[in-house]
């Protein structure tokens, strides 16, 4: 039985598959959109950079590339694990379990802070929002990027799957707080149809990966987000 921390919100694509969550990462955002976003709100060059929810750390290598430290946080104790032994040889990374929530990083030490396809930053999350309040340093920034489902193919799969989900109380919660956001237009490119496949199972109920499959024509799918930011 996995160790999971309490407050972690439950991520079954990546806790239950990660080979297969690792299959979309790389097909995600071959333009690099989402970095060249960010970057333009606050570089990261020479920057102490936290990634909230990091997974198995798949994003950490290249934030390390150029920012002076990069802290990955993570409640799900095996994927700490694999993104431990995918930074092992990266002095300048670490990887610490814990949550948005509670973050295990001292008073403002964080100069840019990413929240990744993470469940855990919309409506309810105050308290992860109070620990960036605590943790960010005077113009530093934290962004949060988040699947569109208002637009797109895919935003009608995700809504057919999860119908509980409102896009417009998400939206709500993000203006009341006084964060910013833009459309973030990514795609995902995939190798090999197989992988196309096997991703769309992991995001969607069966019945809706089976109709979005039969939608999608090729080794391409537009992955319409929404990156979210707020400057400290
Ligand atoms: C969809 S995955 C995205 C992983 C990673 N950001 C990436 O892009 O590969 C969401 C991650 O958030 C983590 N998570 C869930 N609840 C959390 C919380 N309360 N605080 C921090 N991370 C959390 C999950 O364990 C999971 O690894």
Redesign the pocket.
Known sequence: MPRVMK???P?P???NTPQVYELE?RAVDPDGRADAAMSAVRPRTGATVVD?????G??LPSMSATAARVIG????DD?VQLARRRCRALPNVEVRVG???SLPVPDACVDVAVA?????FGPGCEPGLAELSRVMRRGGAAFVIDLDATRGAFGRWFSRSVPAYSARSVEAFWERQGWRSEPLDLRMVFERRADLEAVLRIEFTPAVAEQAIAETTGLEIAYPNVLRWKRF
């Open positions: 407050g972690a919100v991520s694509n990546i806790w990462n909230i929810g990091c997974g198995t798949y994003h946080v993570e409640p799900h994927l949550t948005a929530q990744r396809w993470a469940y855990f």
